[in-house]
């Protein structure tokens, strides 16, 4: 007997939109037809969406942010928001301390997600700094472990890498099948413009997108990109927020780099006049690259429509507003550049695209499916997740398109005290949520346990991605 069957739903992958009935046993999707026999459980989604749960491979937990500062989320409130946000599977990163052993590092956010976690996990590995050691020994022993993606940062004082560095970690990827992650801000523009506007007395959270322009993340998308094609290896530009970038991995693609572009719903829904809010309220938006301009939010959205992005993600980096260990900690009234970088939207990432993407016209149901899900899984080697498919994991979420609700940071799940979307209407929001066959939210209520989302290995993959876009570049 099948333990669970979704019936009469809509059910789209990144391909195809069908009606059928789908059976679960044992935690996998075994069957997909008309009149399956009957579950021990049964799920009526007549007039629904059944979508495959969605990964957000950019999401940041439990991350030490400086001292005094504390995430507003840890893996529990985190998954439990991305949970209710029609999520499955995140993929958090793991910031090692400098001089700290990387599989330590590892251990240590093991032991804060374990049994913590309401949607299964993954975790990109942080590179803050690199040696013989690390390159030669540490990096590959882990990609063989299932720890195949890095990230590396072209900016932030302490984190950066050089290019030579850079260099040294793309071949590892080469060698081992991994994938590097980058942070495309240069930072020694943006010293200069901070401290001239410092020097200026110019201290006001807005500057904090005034100090980082465009031209600062155009000119290190162009050199990681050129890195990417003298080592031959893959790349994913991560967070990227405007047009000159876009065009830099259009370009790039065409002359045969392996790129994977990713967007985030802040560059579709906010601009740099956000950080302008009363007092210090423009904190709220603070993030790293920052929010553009309308022409840049167009950009992005062409971006997602043509297949230049393969991956829509929240960068989901949590902090409270009001509150000392957060945006507001002693040493933020000092400058914008002291205010943490990051924004919530782990809940949000999914019902934005949905409701400004699919509802309102500008992409299908299968490239929603594609970005939100079914690309994560095959850039990242999640290799039974992200389709709905005989033999993948049975994760599944189920959507009401008729459900019509604005953003209100009290309905909210995650730990922070406010969401950079309040009051934005929504059309459709997911309503069930399957993991692993398990229902875990049912008509909105959670209903699943902590600790049912459990940790996932990956593989390295190296094949292309099916972008059925592509010739539309
Ligand atoms: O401002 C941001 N995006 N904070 C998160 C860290 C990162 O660079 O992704
Ligand atoms: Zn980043
Ligand atoms: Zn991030």
């Given amino acids: 007997m099948l333990d669970l069957v979704i019936r009469g739903g809509t059910i789209a992958t990144a391909s195809d939109v069908f009606t059928a009935d789908i059976g679960i046993r044992n935690g996998r999707i075994v069957q997909i037809g008309e009149a399956l026999p009957p579950g021990a459980e049964e799920i009526d989604a007549t007039g629904r969406y059944v979508l495959p749960g969605g990964i957000d491979s950019h999401v940041h937990l439990s991350q030490p942010s400086g001292e005094g500062i504390v995430m ?23 910031l090692p301390a400098r001089g700290q052993p990387l599989r330590e590092a590892l251990t240590a956010y093991h032991a804060l997600a374990e049994g913590e976690c309401y949607t299964d996990f993954s975790f990109h590995l942080i590179l803050p700094e690199i040696n013989a050691a690390i390159l030669g020994q540490d990096l590959p ?31 590892v990827a080469r060698r081992t099948g991994a994938i590097v992650m980058v942070h495309c801000e240069n930072e020694d523009a943006i010293r200069y413009l901070i401290g001239r506007a410092e020097e200026a007395g110019e201290i006001a959270p807005r500057f904090h997108a005034l100090t980082r322009p465009i031209v600062v993340e155009r000119e290190a998308t162009h050199r990681a990109l050129s ?14 927020s405007n047009g000159p970038a876009i065009d830099e991995i259009r370009a790039a693609r065409a002359r045969g780099v392996n790129v994977f572009g990713e967007t985030c719903p802040q560059y579709l829904m906010l601009t740099a006049a956000d950080l302008d809010g009363m007092d210090w309220e423009g904190a709220k938006f603070v993030c790293s690259p ?33 509150d000392p260990a957060g945006k507001l900690h002693p040493g933020s009234r ?18 934005i695209l949905f409701s400004e993407g699919v509802m309102k016209g500008r992409i299908d149901l299968p490239r929603f ?11 990242y080697g ?18 009401d398109p008729e459900e019509r609700r604005a953003i209100r940071h009290a309905d909210l799940h995650d730990g922070a005290d406010y969401s950079p979307y309040e009051g934005l209407e929504i059309w459709g929001w997911p309503t069930t949520v399957v993991l692993g066959g398990r229902t875990m939210i049912e008509d909105g209520a959670l209903v699943g346990q902590k600790g049912a989302g459990r940790y996932r290995s990956r593989s390295s993959i190296q094949a292309p991605l099916e972008r059925g876009l592509r010739t539309a570049l």
Avoid at 144 to 169: H, P, W
Avoid at 227 to 240: K, N, P, Q, S
Avoid at 382 to 399: F, H, N, P, Q
Wanted: hydrophobic share 40%.
């Fill in 382 to 399: 999640l290799e039974r997740k992200g389709r709905i498919a005989v033999g993948m994991d049975a994760d599944i979420a189920i959507w």
């Fill in 72 to 94: 507003a989320d840890d893996f529990e409130s985190g998954t439990r928001s991305a949970l209710f946000g029609g999520n499955t599977t995140v993929l958090p990163f793991c």
């Fill in 334 to 351: 000092r400058g914008f550049r002291h205010i943490p970088n990051g924004i919530p939207g782990v809940e949000t990432r999914l019902p």
């Fill in 141 to 171: 022993a882990l990609v063989a472990d299932g720890y195949t993606s890095f990230k590396v940062f072209m900016t932030y004082e302490g984190l950066r890498l050089n290019d030579a560095e850079i260099i040294r970690t793309l071949d």
């Fill in 290 to 322: 920052p929010p553009r301009d309308a022409a840049s939010q167009e950009a992005c959205w062409r971006g997602l429509e043509t297949g230049v992005f393969d991956l829509f993600s929240s960068d989901h980096c949590p902090f409270r507003y009001d």
């Fill in 227 to 240: 890195l990417a094609e003298v080592v031959d290896t893959r790349i994913v530009i991560v967070h990227v």
């Fill in 369 to 379: 499916v594609a970005l939100t899900a079914t690309n994560h899984a095959e850039v």
